[in-house]
Nanobody, 117 residues
């Protein structure tokens, strides 16, 4: 199993920045993909960005060029740097990890990001 602990959400004005952190523990050696999803009120959960074990990063079109996903292997942590935030980025952001083998996935508790106009 893997446990994911998130931090870094909050309230920011449009055009501002926030940095989310997600620290993994447990069977971290089994993680093959780690990243962030978000869910806005009344909408489905959607992928924001994820990073593979091999170092490949993919971003949703809506955040490409504004958000940066990177990791610190020594701290078992991934970071989502969110720049030029827009009101439509308002959502609960969830850290996600997918494991090798059965591709089981784990979720963090979620952190609220609110962007005011």
């Amino acid at each position: 199993q893997v446990q994911l602990v998130e931090s870094g959400g909050g309230l920011v004005q449009s055009g501002g920045s926030l940095r989310l952190s997600c620290t993994a523990s447990g069977s971290i050696f089994k993680i093959i993909i780690m990243g962030w999803y978000r869910q806005a009120p009344g909408k489905q959960r959607e992928l924001v960005a994820h990073l593979t074990r091999g170092g490949t990063t993919d971003y949703a079109n809506s955040v490409h060029g504004r958000f940066i996903l990177d990791r610190n292997d020594a701290k078992d942590t991934v970071y989502l740097q969110m720049n030029y935030l827009k009101p439509e980025d308002t959502a609960v952001y969830y850290c996600n990890a997918r494991l090798e083998g059965d591709y089981s996935e784990y979720w963090g508790q979620g952190t609220q990001v609110t962007v005011s106009s």
